[in-house]
């Protein structure tokens, strides 16, 4: 028997069960310090536990003398088994912690014909074992330390999310802009690609509709009346805008909420010249139809009549399908 694993004996019979210790001390306790060949560790992760000799079944291999042995390192994040050096290529697994659904003991140090260790049941349906010697709680510090991190009491502990300090080079908030994002597809405050759509800045301060965002795009021809009289005609003010445009073919993509037609079939002469703009932004608008796809189940649009809501009235539209 190994030094090592003596004073890990020696330990565990000296001291009381871990799972009597107040979880302070069970941090402590595990909170080894990370021996030669450990993997890197990312910003804000630590090493809790380390175990030397430990042999991974690998379920694709059916003969004993392919299985493999090395360590595992077990820390606030991730769960990493490095094989021991051999003329192979060298191999490692590593399991996120988030992934594992939960942690089996199997066999016991008495009876160990099918080995002595557990297994790791991942979410995305892997059974994964570790095989430990046939020693007096020889597998006890890993499957405890596993059982706590994959099922914390509390989030006061070494959770991983709130511990990750990475730096990045540049500010969050600013990897995506909408008028970059606009200009990409052709659309400019200076009406972009032939003149046909232009950015508004209506919804600056989000007065006419709450859930869209500050910069938008709408038909060239539109001005902030128009846009009124047409978020007064739209569920919850959600007026047509682009949400995608091919600057060559010059085919775009609108989104919208329902219009207010009720029972009575109301109609909006502002909302049906907005349609009829969004129409002369294609190239084809002579002869092209401007399809409308409601993404309501049936019922639902049929019930939201009764509310005073409605699909387009496409009788209105002539050239609209």
């Known amino acids: 028997m190994s030094a090592d694993s003596s004073e890990r004996i020696l330990t565990y019979r000296t001291?009381?069960?871990?799972?009597?210790?107040?979880?302070?001390?069970?941090?402590?306790?595990?909170?080894m310090k990370a021996q030669e060949g450990t993997p890197p560790l990312l910003s804000g992760e630590h090493?809790?536990?380390?175990?030397?000799?430990?042999?991974?079944?690998?379920?694709?291999?059916?003969h004993s003398e392919l299985f493999l042995k090395g360590n595992i390192y077990i820390t606030n994040y991730r769960m990493v088994f490095k094989a021991a050096t051999t003329e192979r290529v060298p191999y490692s697994l590593t399991i996120p912690l988030g992934a594992i659904s939960c942690v089996e003991k199997?066999?016991?140090?008495?009876?160990?014909?099918?080995?002595?260790g557990f297994q790791i049941i991942c979410k995305d349906a892997r059974t994964i074992k570790f095989a430990f010697k046939s020693e007096?709680?020889?597998?006890?510090?890993?499957?405890?330390?596993?059982?706590?991190?994959?099922s914390p009491a509390?989030?006061?502990?070494?959770?991983?999310?709130?511990?990750?300090?990475?730096?990045?080079?540049?500010?969050g908030w600013m990897v995506y802009n909408a008028e970059d994002e606009y200009r990409r597809m052709g659309v400019s405050s200076e009406g972009g690609v032939r003149g046909l759509w232009n950015l508004?800045?209506?919804?600056?301060?989000?007065?006419?509709?709450?859930?869209?965002?500050?910069?938008?795009?709408?038909?060239?021809?539109?001005?902030?009346?128009?846009?009124d009289a047409v978020c007064k005609f739209r569920?919850?003010?959600?007026?047509?805008?682009?949400s995608w445009f091919n600057p060559h073919s010059e085919c775009s993509i609108t989104r919208s909420s329902q219009p207010l037609c009720g029972l009575l079939n109301r109609r909006c002469p502002e909302d049906e010249a907005y349609i009829q703009n969004i129409i002369h932004t294609n190239r084809n608008s002579t002869m092209a139809m401007l399809h409308i796809f409601d993404a309501r189940p049936k019922l639902n649009a049929m019930a939201n009549i009764v509310c005073g809501l409605s699909s387009i009235c496409f009788h209105i539209h002539m050239w609209c399908n």
């Open 15 to 31: 001291s009381p069960p871990l799972l009597r210790r107040s979880r302070r001390h069970i941090h402590e306790s595990m909170r």
């Open 47 to 62: 090493t809790l536990y380390t175990d030397q000799e430990v042999t991974f079944c690998d379920p694709l291999q059916c």
């Open 106 to 116: 199997f066999g016991s140090v008495k009876y160990s014909l099918s080995g002595y």
């Open 136 to 150: 007096p709680h020889r597998r006890r510090g890993a499957f405890e330390a596993l059982k706590m991190m994959v």
């Open 154 to 171: 509390d989030i006061q502990g070494n959770v991983f999310a709130f511990e990750f300090k990475a730096q990045f080079p540049v500010d």
């Open 200 to 227: 508004s800045f209506v919804n600056k301060y989000y007065e006419r509709c709450d859930t869209y965002p500050s910069v938008l795009a709408v038909p060239m021809e539109c001005d902030n009346r128009l846009i």
């Open 235 to 242: 569920s919850k003010g959600r007026f047509p805008v682009l």
